[in-house]
């Protein structure tokens, strides 16, 4: 089980249904600082889709039994869902922007801590978090209280969580949410800074994917 601090606790209730948007509400008899491994732990209190986590991520996509919404996913999209990928990313591909001339994670993540200054203390999410290269060090910078870790792809959310383990970050400001980035399962007004680095290439609709609706 994972336990929640109360800042996670009181963030949660910021989540929403990709379908409606309305908040989501905690299935009775759940504890409201806990995050049981795997089970419906959440549904929308307007259509009353009911929602589940694994001992990895909370999973807020919209999945092929909806009849309400269907979205199609890039080929990019679909190519990082190979478990082989998904391992090899941050262990070699991800080490191609480097390669190419970038300044490196360090250099990158000082830069957006700057840019993000005003935001500090809320909540971030980081779309197309992949394996987590930033999403675990906001965790470990403390710097927000709660960095949601966001991605469609299952595999780069476990290899995340993967890192969390073996790096030991704690996980009381730090949740995995599995969603599109077209449809952002937050509500509005709930959150305080947004993060995508090298992702909007593997957006079907950028201009959606950039509208940010939950500010």
Partial sequence: ELSLNDDVVTRLDSLACPICYQPLIRNSGANP????????NFRCQNCQKAYSNYEEYIDLSVTDDSNEYVGAMPSATEVFRNPLVSYLYERGYGKNFTW?????LDKEFETVTKYLQPTLGGIIVDASCGSGMFSRRFAKNGMYSVAVALDFTE???????????QE???TRNLVLVRADISRLPFVTSSVDAVHAGAAIHCC????????????
């Fill in 204 to 215: 079907l609709s950028p201009s959606t994917a950039v509208r940010l609706p939950f500010f």
């Fill in 168 to 170: 030991s970050i704690t």
């Fill in 100 to 104: 190419s001339g970038f300044s490196g």
């Fill in 155 to 165: 595999n780069m959310l476990k290899e995340c969580y993967g890192f969390v383990k």
């Fill in 33 to 40: 600082k806990i995050l049981s491994p795997r089970g419906l």
